[in-house]
C-alpha cells in the first residue's frame, strides 16, 4: 500500500450495505412514519425527538434547528444523558430506573402527540422508561432501534430495564437501523478490539430520510413543510424569523 492508496477495511461498504438494506426493507416504515410528521405538521404540532443516551442523543442535534430541516422539531434533551456529561456519569444515568419518566414527564407530551426515540441498543433504562411515559400519555411512538441487541443481548443482562421490555414493544412503527450487537464493524488484523463505528452514520441517515419523505409527503397533501435554511446564508435570518416567532415559545431549547 502506497502512501497515496487507503484501506478502510470494509467500513464504508459495510456501511453502504447497511443503508441499502434500510432502503429496501425499511422504506414503507419510513413511510408511515413520515406520514405521522405531516399529520403533525397539519395539526400544528411539534415532532418530539428523544435519544435514549450517550451518542444516540446526538440524533436530536442532527434533526434540530438544521439547514433544510424541520422547524417544529422539539429535543427533547436532557445533558445528564448526552456525550457532553462526563461518560460515566451519562453511563449511569442511561442505566438508571425511572430518570427516563421523569425527562419526558418534563416536557410534558400530549395525547396523540408524535415521538421519535433513537436508541440503536433499545433496552436500558432511560430508553424504556421514556417510551412507557410517552405511552401511558397516549404519544404516538416511532422507534429507531437495532432489532439484533434487542434479541441478542441476554434476558438478564444487567444493562436491560427490569421489566425486560425492549424499545419496539412500545413502538406503533419501528424502524430497524440494523445495528449489530457492539456496534463496531472494523477489525483490524493483528488487533483484536473492533473499532469504526456506524451507528450514528446510519441513524443520522434514517434521521434524513424521515425528513425527506416528510417534505415529499407534505407537498403531495398541499401542505407547506416548515423547513430552516441555514442561517448562515444571505438572507437566512430573516427566512428563518417567522419559525422562531411560532415556534420559540414552545420548543424548550429555542
Not at 55 to 74: D, S, Y
Amino acid at each position: 500500500m502506497t502512501n497515496n492508496q487507503s484501506c478502510d477495511f470494509g467500513y464504508l461498504d459495510t456501511t453502504l450495505k447497511i443503508l441499502r438494506r434500510i432502503e429496501k426493507e425499511q422504506q414503507q416504515n419510513i413511510e408511515k412514519a413520515a406520514a405521522l410528521m405531516v399529520d403533525a405538521i397539519a395539526a400544528d404540532r411539534l415532532i418530539h425527538v428523544y435519544g435514549g443516551g450517550g451518542h444516540t442523543t446526538l440524533v436530536m442535534g442532527e434533526m434540530f434547528f438544521r439547514a433544510g430541516g424541520l422547524a417544529n422539531i422539539n429535543p427533547i434533551m436532557e445533558t445528564g444523558l448526552s456525550v457532553f456529561n462526563q461518560a460515566l456519569k451519562y453511563l449511569e444515568l442511561e442505566r438508571c430506573v425511572n430518570y427516563g419518566r421523569s425527562i419526558v414527564k418534563y416536557f410534558d407530551l400530549q395525547k396523540d402527540d408524535l415521538l421519535l426515540i433513537f436508541h440503536n441498543i433499545g433496552i436500558n433504562a432511560a430508553t424504556i422508561d421514556a417510551a412507557q411515559e410517552a405511552k401511558d400519555a397516549g404519544v404516538k411512538i416511532v422507534a429507531i432501534s437495532s432489532s439484533y441487541w434487542q434479541q441478542e443481548m441476554p434476558p438478564e443482562h444487567f444493562i436491560r430495564h427490569p421489566s425486560g421490555k425492549n424499545l419496539f414493544d412500545f413502538a406503533d412503527i419501528c424502524i430497524d437501523d440494523y445495528n449489530r450487537v457492539g456496534d463496531c464493524v472494523v477489525t483490524v488484523p493483528e488487533f483484536e478490539t473492533p473499532i469504526a463505528p456506524n451507528s450514528n452514520l446510519v441513524d443520522f441517515y434514517i434521521a434524513h430520510r424521515l425528513e425527506i419523505e416528510t417534505v415529499k409527503q407534505c407537498i403531495e397533501r398541499k401542505i407547506e413543510p416548515p423547513v430552516w435554511r441555514s442561517a448562515n446564508t444571505p438572507n437566512g435570518d430573516s427566512f428563518n424569523k417567522k419559525f422562531v416567532e411560532k415556534y420559540k415559545s414552545r420548543v424548550k431549547m429555542l
